[in-house]
């Protein structure tokens, strides 16, 4: 009889937990605050030329890309640096005067550019702009000619075949760093 | 002088170390090491590249902690090397280290059945990092996916980036100028690395110490970590 009684209060209790916990459950669901941490900024693209700069403006490639020397990274230049010349290059050509004007809301209102990776490499690469810029070579040995281009292409796959092909020319002196993996795989 | 360019040697003071663990967590952030859990650790899966070994000395009351911080030894004649099927590890012949490439590693997991130090650490399981942990990742080492093998490094991508400075400045690298992350956190300076090749570097001196020994000496693995013995003044 007491054991009747006891099982049916357990199986009482049981169902009453299972609801308190759903509903605390729902409750702490719907009150679960927005991730903060988000930085809400406009991703917008622009236009841009290599060509025009290169050529025409004769702006040398580590005005922008300044951090290829010193660094790693050769680094994408921020708004700021293209305000430098656009707060007062005027043109003449109405097409480019209207995406210089898209420059300029961008950088007032600070919205963030989108510029599109041509080249990435993955993350078991590691390449140093500065090893190989310091080094003589060019930014248009890998690159291609950007300067005659208006928007990057990607002219060469960078894989580890196009390396060597150039790492196999180095002095002999070389060749026990080259054959070290460790030198570019992390 | 040895046949690498540099013989990047670490000396412990186990005088010097107080098993404050600072190292571990520097290692761990410094290289992307996944915290696997307790679940995994009781099965024997931890993942670190440095633990600190605990050893008691003496009965209560008088006892007294040791500690030994343990990494991989960097062996000159390393038992992991000739084991690997597809070379994933190999000694390198500019830095006279032990060197695992993650992409060569099929996880045979024979290396780590043959290192004497139980240096090597295997993932059982695709790594966890989640937010905003993933914001703290080191970019300069690579995340490792499941199934392959991992362990010290000596800090390889410190020693990359030192050289590259040196390079860019036209000059050798500097005593003192590479610091593996162990040593940079150790409160107490235990941990002291350096170029063993140059003979006026701190780890050169250090290691012509009375106190000076390696790990397992008799195997003949020569361990690129020298430890200097921990005397009367350890007692805690």
Known sequence: MSETRDRRLLLWSGAVLTIVVIITGLALVQIEPEDETKINQTAVTLPFSHEVHTQKAEIDCLFCHSSALRAPQATLPSLNKCMICHSSITVEDDNARQNIEQLKQAYENGWRVQWPDVYRQPDFVYFSHRAHVNNGVSCQKCHGDVQNMTLVEKVVDMDMGFCLDCHQEQPEADIPRLIDCATCHK | ?236
């Open chain 2, 1 to 236: 002088m040895s046949k690498y360019e540099h013989h990047w040697t670490m000396i412990v003071d186990l005088d010097k170390c107080t098993g404050c663990q600072a190292c571990v967590i520097a290692c761990q952030a410094e290289n992307n090491i996944p915290v696997v859990g307790e679940d995994e650790i009781r099965k024997g899966r931890g993942m670190q590249w440095l633990r600190i070994e605990r050893y008691w000395e003496g009965e209560y009351p008088n006892i007294r902690a040791r500690f030994i911080p343990l990494m991989c030894q960097q062996c000159e004649n390393a038992p992991c090397e000739p084991v690997c099927p597809v070379f994933a590890t190999y000694h390198s012949e500019v830095d006279g280290i032990n060197v695992q490439v993650y992409n060569r590693c099929i996880g045979t997991r024979y290396c780590a059945n043959n290192c004497p130090y139980i240096a090597r650490m295997f993932n059982w399981f695709d790594p966890q990092f989640p937010e905003p942990l993933n914001e703290q990742l080191n970019p300069d080492v690579t995340v490792r996916q499941r199934g392959i093998m991992e362990k010290c490094t000596f800090c390889i991508q410190r020693i990359r980036r030192a050289r590259e400075t040196a390079e860019a400045e036209g000059r050798s690298i500097r005593d003192g100028e590479v610091q593996p992350a162990c040593g940079q956190a150790c409160p107490t300076n235990a941990i002291i690395f350096g170029d063993l090749n140059d003979p006026n570097s701190q780890v050169s001196r250090l290691a012509a110490n009375r106190r000076g020994f390696r790990l397992l000496e008799e195997l003949g693995t020569e361990p690129a970590v020298i430890y200097l013995k921990g005397g009367e003044s350890n007692v805690i």
